[in-house]
């Protein structure tokens, strides 16, 4: 058997497993994808309880719900960025194979945001409590 031989048959099943991750419809739910929305809904609720947080640092009741929110932010965007990492991590590196990247990517930057909104109002409420 030639070099040429084994170089052409380790090719045909590299072309074959592209071809089949290109195969997904664009609008197909696949697992990937779903991670990557459940990654994203993490972040984007860590930013905006994050947010809640700074905007108001004692709730209507006059209890401290900033530090309360300012914890579910940290939570929630640190869960977030890793399950959107999860995500990049498992794509396979490419976008528009349905494999979530593009969404892990968004979960990853939206985790993190939560995660400074809930550090700077856990830090503004030790602040207004001492």
Known sequence: ?????LLVAAEVPAAVHVA??????SY???SGRLWSFV??????IGVVVGGLALARPAGRLGTDTG???AGLALGTGLVGAVAGAVVV?????QLGTGGGLAGGVIGIALGLTGVG???????R???STT
């Open 67 to 69: 530090r309360l929110g």
């Open 39 to 44: 990654a994203i809904g993490l972040g984007l």
């Open 28 to 30: 197909a739910l696949t």
């Open 20 to 25: 089949a991750q290109q195969a997904v419809s």
């Open 89 to 93: 991590a498992a794509s396979g590196g």
């Open 125 to 127: 409420s030790r602040r």
């Open 1 to 5: 058997m030639s070099v040429q031989h």
């Open 117 to 123: 909104v809930g550090g700077l109002a856990l830090a």
